[in-house]
């Protein structure tokens, strides 16, 4: 199936600013939609019941069709400053806003403005979110780029959503830039520890959900295999992928093996993955 992953550039890195395309042999096809409206991409999120593929873009979200065609449009929304973006139990389109600091829950249709599902302010850099079985909506605390933050991941119950729990009381080595949530409930994070070091140690980090107890860690085989990981996203083949520097790596998620990467790309810089169709 083919893999889609964003590359950031500007003052995400030397990227290529474009939504890029992979064939099954981990060989770059080309751009996946060459609309102008994709700039700086950065989320990803496939509806799965209408087969459209949404894209957070700069400044307005869009929806493509299986041939990258933009479909929909919510147009330019003044501070948007999206980043990760998932499909929420209730079927609308939720992403995370860096400069508001909170999560923005839209209409499947984009014909809305939507709403803030959490607090504005609710986290100092929100970096990945996920939404657990029981209703849960588990977010990523991080550090963002120029230092500001903490390393923490909160839990939200469907009942309030005002009030986060701390899920990982004792992690020195969490510094989170993803979340996702696995088949089985438990929570992955992608982190990179210390965040923006040389030295920094590059991990996958799972969690039991309810007691927040580190469970396993998901390594490359070495330090210089895989750096600044960023999209997480479990492959149709059970897989658990995650993009990053030049390259994604994958890893067998009920051996936790490392299985090394899929595809490279010198300045890659990947955001988030997908896919699709």
Same mark, same amino acid.
């Given at each position: 199936?083919?893999?889609?992953?964003?590359?950031?550039?500007?003052?995400?890195?030397?990227?290529?600013?474009?939504?890029? *395309?992979?064939?099954?042999?981990?060989?770059?096809?080309?751009?996946?939609?060459?609309?102008?409206? %994709?700039?700086?991409?950065?989320?990803?999120?496939?509806?799965? +019941?209408? /087969?459209?593929?949404?894209?957070? #873009?700069?400044? +307005?979200?869009?929806?493509?069709?299986?041939?990258?065609?933009?479909?929909?449009?919510?147009?330019?929304?003044?501070?948007?400053?999206?980043?990760?973006?998932? !499909?929420?139990?209730?079927?609308?389109?939720?992403?995370?806003?860096? #400069?508001?600091?909170?999560?923005?829950?839209?209409?499947?249709?984009?014909?809305?403005?939507?709403?803030?599902?959490?607090?504005?302010?609710?986290?100092? !850099?929100?970096?990945?979110?996920?939404? /657990?079985?029981?209703?849960?909506? !588990?977010?990523?605390?991080?550090?963002?780029? /120029?230092?500001?933050?903490?390393?923490? %991941?909160? *839990?939200?119950? *469907?009942?309030?959503?005002?009030?986060?729990?701390?899920?990982? *009381?004792?992690?020195?080595?969490?510094?989170?830039?993803?979340?996702?949530?696995?088949?089985?409930? /438990? %929570?992955?994070?992608?982190?990179?520890?210390?965040?923006?070091?040389?030295?920094?140690?590059?991990?996958?980090?799972?969690?039991?959900?309810?007691?927040?107890?580190?469970?396993?860690?998901?390594?490359?085989?070495?330090?210089?295999?895989?750096?600044?990981?960023?999209?997480?996203?479990?492959?149709?083949?059970?897989?658990?992928?995650?993009?990053?520097?030049?390259?994604?790596?994958?890893?067998?998620?009920? #051996?936790?093996?490392?299985?090394?990467?899929?595809?490279?790309?010198?300045?890659?810089?990947?955001?988030?993955?997908? !896919?699709?169709?």
């Amino acid at each position: 199936m083919p893999l889609l992953a964003t590359s950031a550039s500007g003052a995400n890195g030397n990227g290529y600013g474009a939504l890029l *395309a992979f064939g099954g042999d981990g060989k770059l096809t080309g751009v996946f939609c060459e609309d102008s409206r %994709i700039a700086d991409p950065r989320g990803l999120a496939v509806d799965q +019941r209408q /087969h459209l593929l949404f894209v957070n #873009s700069v400044d +307005r979200l869009l929806a493509l069709d299986a041939a990258g065609k933009v479909v929909r449009d919510t147009g330019v929304i003044d501070g948007l400053n999206p980043g990760g973006a998932t !499909f929420g139990p209730d079927g609308r389109y939720y992403v995370t806003l860096r #400069s508001a600091r909170t999560i923005l829950a839209l209409p499947a249709d984009l014909a809305e403005t939507g709403e803030q599902a959490l607090p504005a302010g609710i986290v100092p !850099f929100p970096r990945g979110f996920g939404f /657990h079985a029981d209703g849960r909506l !588990f977010l990523a605390s991080g550090i963002g780029p /120029h230092g500001e933050g903490d390393n923490s %991941i909160l *839990a939200f119950t *469907a009942a309030d959503r005002t009030q986060a729990v701390p899920l990982v *009381a004792d992690d020195p080595e969490l510094s989170p830039l993803d979340l996702t949530v696995a088949p089985n409930g /438990h %929570i992955i994070v992608s982190s990179e520890h210390p965040f923006g070091m040389p030295d920094a140690i590059t991990t996958l980090r799972e969690y039991d959900p309810d007691e927040g107890r580190l469970v396993r860690v998901f390594k490359a085989d070495s330090l210089a295999e895989f750096r600044k990981p960023r999209g997480l996203r479990f492959g149709p083949d059970g897989n658990l992928y995650c993009v990053g520097e030049d390259k994604v790596v994958a890893f067998d998620y009920t #051996s936790g093996e490392y299985l090394g990467a899929v595809l490279q790309l010198p300045r890659l810089n990947g955001q988030a993955l997908v !896919f699709f169709p």
